[in-house]
């Protein structure tokens, strides 16, 4: 089982930056593919970004070329660089590990970029 938690959300001017961050525990995540996700009010969650355990990675197409997500295994943990966020980045943002078996979720962190 794999316990995972989101930080570094918060309130940002249109234009800024934020580093999501997601520790991990009870498990190694080397072991799983890592995703980050968001959810709008009224809105189906959404895949944002994603990195597989070999570090290949993909992005949704509103987010590419500004946001980067990477892994440390080291250190247990995977992160969410944002950068140019604008008012339709405003979202609940969550860590995803999967295997074929498992997936499990952070608690989300919130994220609001004001105009």
């Known amino acids: 089982q794999v316990q995972l938690v989101e930080s570094g959300g918060g309130l940002v001017q249109a234009g800024g930056s934020l580093r999501l961050s997601c520790a991990a525990s009870?498990?190694?995540?080397?072991?799983?593919?890592m995703g980050w996700f968001r959810q709008a009010p009224g809105k189906q969650r959404e895949l944002v970004a994603s990195?597989?355990?070999?570090?290949?990675?993909n992005y949704a197409d509103s987010v590419k070329g500004r946001f980067t997500i990477s892994r440390d295994n080291a250190k247990n943990a995977v992160y969410l660089q944002m950068s140019r966020l604008n008012p339709e980045d405003t979202a609940v943002y969550y860590c995803n590990a999967n295997s074929t078996s498992f997936n499990y979720w952070g608690q989300g962190t919130q994220v609001t970029v004001s105009s």
């Open positions: 990195i597989t355990r070999a570090g290949t990675t």
């Open positions: 009870g498990r190694s995540l080397s072991l799983y593919h």
